[in-house]
């Protein structure tokens, strides 16, 4: 579902103001009725195709457009920044992400358990199932539970060594994901390393499989009760006050666009602990290393000194 969300969200901002943007939810597994669909869930200016609301506009131009086509048109077509796609997805989340009311009571009965709890609260999403064999089909670096517990035990040393800050404690650490047993390893981790308590009421799902087309065929209330347990976990980690995720799963990217987007969260907040270090952050940092191929440092330090010259000579 993340993927799909991941699609629809930059769609959104580039298509939906230009005539009725509709939504086919036919391959749409991820439903609680046989009518079901993104409807279900939210609720917005999306129009759910149908054959009859089609010919309701029968003069109207009909465009039909699929996540491929979006993908190439918005990386292609959009030259507003380096990453169309990411611009788009912050122009088009906040209008697809309004919960249905009876979803948006599920997800707070969730996130009241977030208060009270030991501050900061960092919220991890661990991904195991398809992705480990995704990495070794794309030779890609597995981002293990080592890393990231490591990731944020390195931020927290980075930001306690600020001037001027409070020695961060050690918080409450919130875990969730596809793979039980790699969230039951990151814990014991964590707690050993981070000193961090543990959030467990949290509701725990397996699928029996991550292929979509298997997951297509699950009885109607497995399906449902996996999609709210998705949303959940998606809001849970949207709230917590730090993020740690890895890039190579669509989750994370999600999960910062929803931070920073919808809950004002500082880009800070959000850590990749993927061998490729993603977040705003980390990407900040490596720019402005000496090491770093679109920065020349000495070339950079040559004209700080020839400016502190020339001001040298006018005093």
Not at 63 to 71: F, P
Not at 182 to 193: D, P, S, V
Not at 278 to 298: G, L, S, V
């Amino acid at each position: 579902m993340a993927a799909s969300l991941w699609h629809l969200v930059p769609a959104s901002a580039l298509f939906a103001d230009n005539g009725t943007f509709f939504v086919n939810n036919y391959h749409f597994g991820y439903k609680c009725t046989e009518e079901g669909g993104l409807h279900e869930w939210f609720n917005n200016t999306l129009v759910t195709w149908t054959p009859a609301a089609e010919a309701r506009e029968p003069d109207a131009p009909c465009r039909r457009i699929n996540s491929i086509y979006t993908m190439h048109t918005i990386h292609l077509g959009v030259p507003m920044s380096p990453d169309g796609y990411s611009s788009l997805a912050e122009l088009g989340m906040p209008q697809v992400w309004r919960y249905q009311e009876w979803v948006q009571e599920e997800i707070n009965e969730q996130l009241a358990k977030l208060e009270g709890l030991e501050p900061p609260t960092i919220g991890f999403h661990i991904r195991g199932g398809d992705k480990l064999t995704e990495d070794k089909q794309g030779n890609r670096t597995t981002t293990l539970v080592h890393h990231y517990i490591g990731a944020f035990a390195e931020e927290k040393r980075r930001l306690n060594k600020q001037p001027g800050a409070q020695p961060m404690g050690n918080g409450t650490c919130v875990f969730v994901g596809d793979d039980e047993e790699f969230i039951q390893e990151a814990a014991a981790l964590a707690q050993r390393e981070l000193g961090c308590k543990v959030f467990g009421d949290r509701a725990k799902y397996e699928l029996p499989s991550h292929k979509q087309s298997t997951f297509n065929h699950l009885p109607l209330e497995d399906r449902c009760s996996a999609t709210l347990h998705l949303l959940t976990d998606l809001e849970l980690l949207a709230h917590t006050d730090y993020f740690v995720g890895s890039f190579t799963s669509g989750i994370a990217a999600l999960v910062e666009k929803m931070r920073y987007v919808l809950y004002d969260k500082h880009r800070r907040t959000t850590i990749d602990a993927s061998a490729r270090k993603m977040d705003w952050y980390a990407q900040i940092r490596a720019y402005f290393e000496k090491e770093h191929p679109f920065f020349d440092y000495n070339f950079y330090a040559s004209r700080v000194e020839h400016v502190y010259a020339n001001e040298r000579r006018q005093l």
